[in-house]
Each structure stands twice: as C-alpha cells, then as structure tokens.
C-alpha cells in the first residue's frame, strides 16, 4: 500500500506522533508530518503558522488533522486563551481553500472538547485544577439540573479561584466549544470527511455536557450522525483515524468480539469519563468501521476487556490497593487460552486502573505464556486511552490479515510495538513511575515540571526498566504472529519526553534467535 498519509499530530508526545507513526509503517504506509520544532514542547505551543505553510506545501491520500495543533498550537495550548477566537477561526477555513486545491485529499479531523479543568504544570496548578473540577460539577448541578441547595456551595467555591484563572478557564472553553461548531460545518460543507470531537478529561457531570448537547443537536440537524463522532478520549484519537482510513481505503469492516472479564461491570462509568464502558467501546470501534459481533467464531479479532476495579484504583495515585479481581481475571485469562489455542488474534484493552496496567493479569498471562500471544495491548491514562490503542492495533492487524500480507518483518515490528505497550503501559505507569516520583520529589524539583531534561532521573527510569523488561522477556520464546524464535537480548532506551513523570517514550530493542 503506497498510500501518503499527512499527519498533524494533538502534540509531539510519543502516545500522539510515534504510535500513529509505528502503526501507519507496520501497515505499509508513507506518513508525513511537520518538522518536531514546529510541533512546540509541553508549555510552548506549536507554531501554528509554519504548520498552516507545511501543509500548503503538501499533497497526500489522506490529510489526518488535530485542529487543537493546527489553531492553538497543541492540547496544552488549547487550555489556554492565547489565541482568540476569531483568529482560530481565519485559521480554520485554511481547510476549505487546502480542500478546494486538492479536492481528491481525504481530511479526517479531529478536535477536542476542552476538559473539565486546566493544565497542571506545578504544585499551585494542581490546587486550581481540583477547585475548577468542583466548581464545573456544582455549576451544572446547580444551573441545569436545578439542584438550588447546591448554590451557597458554588458561590464558595468561586471565591477560592483567582479571578482571572477562572475566567480565562471559561473565555478558553467558549472558544474552543465555538470552533467545534465549526468543524461540524465544514462536515457539513463535504470540507472534513469525517470528525472525532474527543470528551478530554471529564465526569457525569460539568459544562461539557451543555456543549454535547448543542453538539448533538446540530449533529443531528445536519444528519451527519455516521460522519461526527463524540466521546470520551484525546490522545488515541490519532490512532483511531489512522486505522479508520486504512479500513476505508479497502472497504474493510474488522469483526470484533467484545470479552468483558465480567459481563456485569460493562455500565460502569470509568474514572475521567462520561459514559458506560461498554458505550464507549462500542463508539470506539464504530468510529473506525469496524462491526461488532456476538459470536467469537464470527469475529476477525477478539477484545478482550478487563473492567475497572471497585473501588476504583489510579495508579497514578500508588498502589493497587483494594484489588478483588483474581477471579474475573482467571477466568478471562481461561477464555484467552481458548481462543488462541483456536488461532483467534486477541486484543487486551486493560481498563482494571486508571494511569497503568493490572499486575494480576500480566503475571497470569506470563505464567499462562500469553503474553507474546495476544496481538495487542493498552492499559495507559484513561479507558478511551487504552482501548484506542488496543483498537488501532488489532484492526491493523486484522488489515494485514485479511490480506494475506502477515510475514516475519510486520510480525517483528508489530512485536515490538506490543511490548513497547507493555513497557509504557504497565512496566513504567504502574510502578516504575511512582519509584520516579520520589526520585524528582528527593531532588528538589516538581513532578509536573521539572523544566529541564535531568540526565539521573531519564537513567533511573530507563535502569529500572530494563530491570523490568528483562524479568519478564529475556529467553522467552516467541509465537507472535509469523514471528518464532527466542528472545536473545532485550533493551530500554527511555527518557522522559517532557520533563515530568506523566509519560515516557521508550523503545525496545529485540534480539531474536529465529527457529
């Protein structure tokens, strides 16, 4: 497939630009994107009117786009109010003259709807960012739902934000909300072939529920139901528009099977989120056309889902604490033998934590030597986050399949895509992370912002991954895909992307003795 994707990615964190990079060449297709400079860092914004001339200067099959890059200057820069909006606007409507030059160019597009807080660079931030959560919480309650006893709370509430933080929180959300309605326009106008409008951050309750109102209703005036998609995620989003085009270029529809590990928790509404789990993944698939099935035999790949924990656990918060899933978990890890032993490709989306992976299920899949037999893997950041990734991956595997194009180079790059995942995803967010914490905490600086690269910490990391990686890989055998062999070595380079523990890019490097 000689296909060019153009790819402006939400930032140039590796969930947003290497992934979607990694999966279009595991595909076999050419990707472009701006140069790194022009994508900004952390608290600097992108440069918005370099990226506007890049693609000007572009032509490709597929345009996949980041509004929140291509007006603000990326997803921290969206939380701001740098940028007005009638400048995003003039911007915008960039897209209706690159679309009338190049009228053959596909633009899939998407936009986030701002989350219910600010961006959390420092210690002070992380006040403001829990108190502007209560007040969207009680200003809905109070104004939509009509819970007037509630207003005293409000009132308070607003009185322990600075004035102009809230402020500027609500200029930045009343521009964003209106460039969304935009996007749908251009929907509208046949300039955006098809939108994502990503819920960042969010809860059952807050303003953003007021803009998916609006959003619905002009969604539904316009019937542009199977064009906008509205749910719950970010930075997956990237992802699933890449795997989306690849199923649409081939008029391809991968037929999933959905295995919660209990069947029951599938209305659960995850942490950050809005919405069941189960509607989230149904919303998730659909947006890539993909069909979901109710038989595994009828299906091309198989998700398979662990449910979050009650209580809830963030790992970003320490450890798994009040974990009670060793049964479910037995008995999916019992359903995942099955369907291998069937020659069923198998997806885990593990959505047991927030920000990180189950430990009972990777040393069950370990012991059960599964884990070099699943196809694909995510457990980072939030649900939409994880089940993104494990989506993306298993439908560009089931592309390469239904094609008969499996072989041992897209194997091994899709091999060392998964434990990638299970490097991030796992080994660094669920416990390598907390170690780091205390390790930038013990040299005085901030978690959120170190604001230089510091080389001690970036090693620590990347020691204690490679610990990790080794316990778990080194001399283990390999039947992944048309990958066999053994793993002879196996190695870490890591660093942390933007000078905080939030993330980490880490790339491994396999030695594998072919059988």
Same mark, same amino acid.
């Given at each position: @497939?000689?296909?060019?994707?153009?790819?402006?990615?939400?930032?140039?964190?590796?969930?947003?630009?290497?992934?979607?990079?990694?999966?279009?060449?595991?595909?076999?297709?050419?990707?472009?994107?701006?140069?790194?400079?022009?994508?900004?860092?952390?608290?600097?914004?992108?440069?918005?009117?370099?990226?506007?001339?890049?693609?000007? #200067?572009?032509?490709?099959?597929?345009?996949?786009?980041?509004?929140?890059?291509?007006?603000?200057?990326?997803?921290?820069?969206?939380?701001?109010?740098?940028?007005?909006?009638?400048?995003?606007?003039?911007?915008?409507?960039?897209?209706?003259?690159?679309?009338?030059?190049?009228?053959?160019?596909?633009?899939?597009?998407?936009?986030?709807?701002?989350?219910?807080?600010?961006?959390?660079?420092?210690?002070?931030?992380?006040?403001?960012?829990?108190?502007?959560?209560?007040?969207?919480?009680?200003?809905?309650?109070?104004?939509?739902?009509?819970? $007037?006893?509630?207003?005293?709370?409000?009132?308070?509430?607003?009185?322990?934000?600075?004035?102009?933080?809230?402020?500027?929180?609500?200029?930045?959300?009343?521009?964003?909300?209106?460039?969304?309605?935009?996007?749908?326009?251009?929907?509208? +106008?046949?300039?955006?072939?098809?939108?994502?409008?990503?819920?960042?951050?969010?809860?059952?309750?807050?303003?953003?529920?007021?803009?998916?109102?609006?959003?619905?209703?002009?969604?539904?005036?316009?019937?542009?139901? +199977?064009?906008?998609?509205?749910?719950?995620?970010?930075?997956?989003?990237?992802?699933?528009?890449? %795997?989306?085009?690849?199923?649409?270029?081939?008029?391809?529809?991968?037929?999933?099977?959905?295995?919660?590990?209990?069947?029951?928790?599938?209305?659960?509404?995850?942490?950050?989120?809005?919405?069941?789990?189960?509607?989230?993944?149904?919303?998730?698939?659909?947006?890539?056309?993909?069909?979901?099935?109710?038989?595994?035999?009828?299906?091309?790949?198989?998700?398979?889902?662990? *449910?979050?924990?009650?209580?809830?656990? +963030? @790992?970003?918060?320490?450890?798994?604490?009040?974990?009670?899933?060793?049964? $479910?978990?037995?008995?999916?890890?019992?359903?995942?033998?099955?369907?291998?032993?069937?020659?069923?490709?198998?997806?885990?989306?593990?959505?047991?934590?927030?920000?990180?992976?189950?430990?009972?299920?990777? *040393?069950?899949?370990?012991?059960?030597?599964?884990?070099?037999?699943?196809?694909?893997?995510?457990?980072?950041?939030?649900?939409?986050?994880?089940?993104? *990734?494990?989506?993306?991956?298993?439908?560009?595997?089931? %592309?390469?399949?239904?094609?008969?194009?499996?072989?041992?180079?897209?194997?091994?790059?899709?091999?060392?895509?998964?434990?990638?995942?299970? #490097?991030?995803?796992? @080994?660094?967010?669920?416990?390598?992370?907390?170690?780091?914490?205390?390790?930038?905490?013990?040299?005085?600086?901030?978690?959120?912002? @170190?604001?230089?690269?510091?080389?001690?910490?970036?090693?620590?990391?990347?020691?204690?991954?490679?610990?990790?990686?080794?316990?778990?890989?080194?001399?283990?055998?390999?039947?992944?895909?048309?990958?066999?062999?053994?793993?002879?070595?196996?190695?870490?380079?890591?660093?942390?992307?933007?000078?905080? *523990?939030?993330?980490?890019? #880490?790339?491994?490097?396999?030695?594998?003795?072919?059988?």
């Amino acid at each position: @497939m000689n296909n060019k994707v153009l790819y402006i990615p939400l930032d140039d964190r590796p969930v947003n630009l290497d992934l979607v990079i990694q999966l279009a060449n595991l595909r076999g297709l050419e990707i472009k994107t701006p140069k790194s400079e022009d994508l900004g860092f952390f608290l600097k914004e992108g440069n918005v009117e370099s990226i506007v001339n890049w693609l000007n #200067c572009e032509e490709g099959d597929v345009l996949i786009i980041s509004l929140d890059m291509f007006l603000y200057g990326g997803l921290v820069a969206s939380r701001t109010d740098k940028r007005s909006a009638d400048n995003a606007m003039k911007i915008i409507n960039n897209l209706r003259e690159y679309k009338k030059n190049n009228s053959k160019v596909k633009i899939y597009a998407f936009s986030n709807i701002m989350r219910l807080s600010i961006s959390v660079s420092s210690d002070e931030s992380q006040v403001w960012w829990d108190k502007i959560n209560k007040y969207n919480e009680l200003r809905y309650k109070v104004e939509s739902l009509n819970e $007037t006893e509630l207003k005293s709370n409000l009132e308070q509430i607003e009185l322990e934000i600075p004035q102009e933080v809230l402020n500027t929180y609500l200029r930045t959300r009343e521009r964003n909300h209106k460039i969304n309605m935009e996007a749908i326009n251009l929907v509208k +106008d046949k300039i955006i072939d098809f939108l994502i409008l990503s819920q960042e951050d969010c809860s059952k309750y807050g303003l953003h529920l007021i803009e998916h109102e609006k959003i619905h209703e002009k969604v539904n005036n316009y019937n542009l139901k +199977d064009k906008v998609y509205v749910y719950p995620g970010a930075d997956e989003i990237g992802q699933i528009l890449l %795997s989306r085009y690849v199923n649409d270029i081939e008029n391809y529809n991968p037929k999933v099977y959905i295995d919660f590990d209990d069947k029951n928790l599938g209305d659960i509404i995850p942490k950050f989120e809005d919405r069941s789990l189960n509607v989230n993944i149904i919303e998730h698939l659909k947006s890539t056309n993909a069909i979901i099935v109710d038989n595994f035999n009828k299906s091309d790949y198989i998700l398979a889902v662990t *449910t979050p924990n009650i209580p809830y656990i +963030d @790992m970003a918060e320490g450890k798994a604490e009040n974990y009670n899933k060793n049964d $479910t978990i037995d008995e999916l890890i019992e359903r995942i033998k099955r369907y291998v032993k069937l020659g069923k490709n198998v997806g885990i989306a593990d959505l047991s934590f927030a920000n990180g992976g189950d430990g009972y299920l990777i *040393t069950r899949l370990k012991e059960e030597d599964l884990l070099l037999k699943v196809v694909a893997y995510g457990a980072w950041n939030t649900a939409g986050n994880a089940m993104g *990734t494990t989506i993306s991956h298993g439908n560009i595997i089931s %592309s390469l399949s239904s094609k008969g194009m499996i072989d041992f180079n897209n194997s091994l790059q899709s091999l060392k895509f998964l434990i990638e995942r299970y #490097c991030d995803d796992f @080994m660094y967010q669920s416990y390598v992370r907390n170690e780091a914490n205390k390790e930038v905490l013990k040299a005085g600086l901030s978690i959120f912002n @170190m604001k230089k690269r510091v080389n001690q910490i970036d090693k620590f990391v990347e020691e204690e991954l490679i610990k990790i990686i080794n316990d778990y890989f080194y001399r283990s055998e390999v039947n992944y895909l048309e990958a066999r062999g053994f793993i002879e070595g196996i190695n870490v380079n890591a660093i942390l992307p933007w000078n905080r *523990t939030f993330e980490v890019k #880490c790339e491994v490097n396999i030695d594998l003795k072919e059988r």
